[in-house]
C-alpha cells in the first residue's frame, strides 16, 4: 500500500517511523510549516519533517490545506503532490490542520487518523491532558476514518491502557504513541486484505478535550488535593502546574494527596502547613496536598529537600487563588 503520512510532532513521528518499518511505501509526508523556538526564537522543523528527511521522504509543508483560505498557492500546490503520489490512505496523527473535503476524498481509503483517546470521550485537541486532569482509569487508542466533522468518524480500531497512578501527560504521551504506531500498521495490513470496516461512534459518552490553555496553570486551592494531584500530572510537561506565593510564582512537578481526606481546621485553602524535606504541605478545599518537585522562575526543578534550601517556604504562608493573582497583575 501506498502512504501518505500527515503529522507533526513526536506522537506523529513514532507512527510514521513504525509505518515505514512495516514496510508501507510512502510517497510524501505533510507537517507544520517551521515554527520558531528556544529562547533565540529560532525557526524548527518538526519532529515528523526531521525524520522525513532523514529517510529521504518528500515532504510538504503548506499553510493551509484550504483552496479558498489566504493561502491558496499552498493548496494547490500540495494538491498536486497528493494526487500525484497516487497514494492508497493517508495516515494522519497529530497533523494541525484542518482537512477540507477534497483532502479527506483524495486517497482511494480516504483518511485515517490516530486518536489518543477511547472514542467517544475526549474528542479534540488534549485528549491525554484532560483524561488525566479528570482521573479517568484508563485511555487507549482509536483508528478512525476521518469525516468533517471533529474525531466523529467510524472506529476502524481500539486498544485499551491502563493510566498508572504516577503517569503524566509525557509519560502516557510515549506509551499512546507506541500503541498508536502499532495499532495503525494493524489496521492497515486488515485493510490491505479488504476487511477494515468502520464501526459508527456511540452517542453516549462523548466529552470534548479543549486545547490547554496557559492560564489553566495556576492552581485553584479550593478543588480538593486529589483533583489537584491530578491537574500537575496532567500539565506536565506543558503548562506545568503553578502557584503564587509572597509574590513569586513556582512551579509544581509532582505531588501527592496526603491519605487523610478531610480538610484541616483553622486554615483556608492555598495556606501551608507544614515544610520540610518530603515537600510543602498546603491545605485545599479537601485534604492536603503534598508538593515534592518545584521550581521557581529562572530555576531548576529540584526535589523539595534541596529547593527549600534556596526558597523560603513557611507554615502560615498562603498560596494565593487565581483570580487574585490576576488581579495582582
Request: with cysteine; aromatic share 6%.
Amino acid at each position: 500500500m501506498r502512504v501518505i503520512f500527515a503529522g507533526t510532532p513526536e506522537f506523529a513521528r513514532v507512527a510514521l517511523e513504525k509505518l515505514h518499518a512495516a514496510g508501507f511505501e510512502i510517497p510524501l509526508v505533510l507537517s507544520q510549516p517551521d515554527r520558531p523556538a528556544g529562547r533565540g526564537m529560532k525557526l524548527q522543523a518538526s519532529p515528523v519533517k526531521l525524520w522525513a528527511e532523514t529517510s529521504h521522504i518528500p515532504i510538504a509543508q503548506p499553510r493551509s490545506l484550504r483552496l479558498d483560505s489566504k493561502f491558496p498557492d499552498d493548496a494547490a500546490a500540495v494538491r498536486e503532490a497528493i494526487t500525484a503520489a497516487h497514494a492508497d490512505v493517508m495516515v494522519v496523527a497529530a497533523y494541525g490542520l484542518i482537512l477540507p473535503q477534497w483532502v479527506l476524498d483524495a486517497p482511494r481509503l480516504g483518511c485515517l487518523n490516530i486518536h489518543a483517546s477511547l472514542l467517544p470521550r475526549w474528542r479534540g485537541a488534549a485528549p491525554i491532558h484532560r483524561a488525566i486532569e479528570a482521573g479517568d482509569p484508563e485511555t487507549g487508542v482509536t483508528i478512525m476514518q476521518m469525516d468533517a466533522g471533529l474525531d466523529t468518524g467510524g472506529m476502524l480500531l481500539t486498544e485499551k491502557l491502563r493510566i498508572a497512578p504516577n503517569d503524566t501527560t509525557a509519560s502516557l504521551h510515549d506509551k499512546l504513541a507506541q500503541l498508536g504506531g502499532r495499532l495503525i500498521v494493524e489496521a492497515l495490513e486488515i485493510a490491505a486484505c479488504g476487511s477494515l470496516e468502520a464501526v459508527p461512534q456511540p452517542e453516549a459518552g462523548i466529552t470534548y478535550a479543549h486545547k490547554i490553555e496557559k492560564h489553566e496553570a495556576l492552581l485553584d486551592w479550593s478543588q480538593s488535593a486529589t483533583a489537584l494531584e491530578r491537574r500537575i500530572r496532567a500539565f506536565d510537561p506543558f503548562p506545568g502546574a503553578s502557584g503564587v506565593v509572597d509574590g513569586q510564582t513556582l512551579k509544581f512537578w509532582r505531588g501527592e494527596a496526603l491519605p487523610d481526606e478531610g480538610r484541616p481546621a483553622g486554615f483556608q485553602t492555598g495556606e501551608v502547613l507544614a515544610v520540610g524535606p518530603q515537600g510543602v504541605d498546603i491545605c485545599t478545599g479537601k485534604g492536603v496536598l503534598r508538593v515534592s518537585r518545584l521550581q521557581k522562575a529562572g530555576g531548576k526543578a529540584l526535589d523539595a529537600s534541596e529547593f527549600l534550601r534556596g526558597f523560603e517556604i513557611r507554615p502560615g504562608m498562603v498560596f494565593i487563588q487565581p483570580d487574585s493573582a490576576a488581579q495582582g497583575r
